[in-house]
DNA sequence: ATTCGTAACGAAAACGTTTTCGTGTTGACA
DNA sequence: TGTCAACACGAAAACGTTTTCGTTACGAAT
């Protein structure tokens, strides 16, 4: 159980100094070319690395970059630290996770642990409770902490930093004109609370649609559910809802969802009351996770690409961290700023399965 | 976009030392009151954070453990970080993960960047290849080096170190013995490769539980996968080969699955050829994720309770860490090896659902 | 013989902490 | 008046690097 071997072990037991060592194990031409062989030979022996946390310390940068996400058994996020941890590594970075668990002061005291030096930078995705409280302070402070931040998904206008989105509203209104153009009346809307912008605008996608349809919306179509319980083992009264909601609702023929589950939920209710899918009534979700490549029938869906979020995330994160080194963007104009920081959208794609015709 | 302030510059500006200062923040009775005051007050207002990067320096330990897993975008071991996160933040502790993709050499790479000082230990599940090539110096290399490493779920006779593991054995023993307690006389099996050591335990307990019975095995009624094509879109061969299996062996009146995709396929292909489950075959899988809970009709399955194994594994690392603290181990008797690294199970729990009568 | 250049190396600072060990200034007491 | 403890604070080392700036010695050039 030997300890980690230091330059300066190596330098005692070669007897030459400190800097000989660093020197000759860099190549540097500085030190003669007997000294290195010795050196070089000696330190690959004993298996020398050069220990990262004082390099952090000397170079003040870290070469990790920090995520804080809501929750991470969650087939969205998890592709989206798929797509981080692959580009931060081939650029080599290192990530760190901090789970804020969908919690306000999760999310601060995370972000405080890590904000402390041991990260070079955020990536995250802002939890409800913080969306419902819209108190962004804590973003704002760490950016003008000179540390860059990276949303993803869940963004907010209040942040001034660079952020990934998906087209939520265009991806909303591609579901629903697939469901008019395949003849469906009545579409229902499943969703969640306003306050998550996604919700918003995957809405508003849906609204869009019906009227380029010329088809009036109807409110009674739209179930709204209260997320907040959407936590675990709240199955059956998701289930119970959206049976309600079916039954006061006979003339639906098309549901459009905004995640998974909302709609293989759906399908699962319908067909107890004995529709068929998808020619009775056809479904469309969002989100291309696991639920849906397996549902019975396979749903159709739109799909986020959350790993492309995460690499184009983890590349304007970086990128904006290396253009920083240079040292060139000491001050920014106040009206340089809107140029300065960049909104990537991701596109969706309608992935057509057995739930719709 | 100020800089994060520093101990030194907080000593300028008030014209202490940088001891003082640090000792005032710390609240030692060896600084007067005025000082103390003046200086936390400052402290405050300039909202100072100890360099997290120097203490890890200084103090030899970063309060950081690095994860490896073969795969994020999987139920199980995104339920295991979620165990891991929550008892390291708990305790005091980061986490920063590594993905090996299942690749032998990206397990290597990412041990090496980690272990260069930016961690105090690992928490690791071991990928398939490394499985394969049986080649574990790297794991018994780090620990020599004194950082220790707790394994989970994939683990090996070779590394000596605390381990995590669920008892697959039994689980299987327990889904098979209720398929047959239920009926079913020709039980199938869908598993994997057998060099992954948890499908092979599992197949122990399917065989063991037909013994039980006084049923002999029927080699005809195993299905191996390949399973280095379930990485993604090979859906379809999967589909193909379990019907196959179907057509091959019409006996079948009950069926378990090493895991979940193939528990739902099965189910999925059954049906298309005109079985109803449960009452023609009964289906038991194994890990009990989203999919089992939400297909049609949903799966009885082993649970395996991931988040738990994380919660132990990161018990289990933080205990050893600080334990090594107070520097009394710093020898190990060989003999005292064998006591030394626990191992601990966590028991499965088949939770009934509507695949099984 | 003096100067100069160069090759080969070492000393020291710096990154930001904590902690040990001084050190100077009081006030009290003999 | 001299001694001593207590008090309040500072200097410096240490953690492990990299890098800048010496410094030495030696051969060549003038």
Known sequence: MKRKITLKQIAKELDVSISTVSKALSGSKEISEDTTQKIQAFAKLYNYRPNN??????????????????????????TVIRGIELVANKRGYNVIVGLSNESFTKEII????????????????????????QDYHHFNATINQGMPIVLFDRVVNEVDCDKVI???????????????????????????????SVGRLR???????????????DTNLILKIDDSLDVEGHLEVLEKEIEQFFKNNKKIDGVFAVNELYAVTAMKVARKLGFKIPDDIQVIGFTD????????????????????????????????LELEEVGSSEYIEENERDEFFKTVVIETELIERDSTK
């Open 289 to 320: 996770g696991v639920l849906s490549k397996h549902a019975t029938p396979s749903l159709t869906t739109v799909s986020q690409h959350g790993q492309k979020m995460g690499e184009k995330a983890a590349d304007l994160l970086i990128d904006r």
């Open 110 to 133: 995370n972000m405080e642990m890590l904000a402390g030096g041991s990260i070079d930078g955020f990536i995250l995705s802002i939890s409800k409770e913080t969306l419902l409280k």
């Open 203 to 217: 809405t508003q996608g849906y609204l869009e649609a019906l009227q380029d349809g010329k088809i009036n919306a």
């Open 166 to 196: 998906v087209d939520d509203f265009k991806g909303a209104l591609k579901a629903v004109k697939k469901l008019l153009s395949t003849g469906c009346k009545n579409i229902a809307l499943i969703t969640t609370m306003d306050y998550v």
């Open 53 to 78: 946390i004082a390099l952090s310390l000397k170079n003040r940068k870290t070469k990790t970059i920090g995520i804080i996400i809501p929750e991470i058994v969650h087939h969205f996020f998890s």
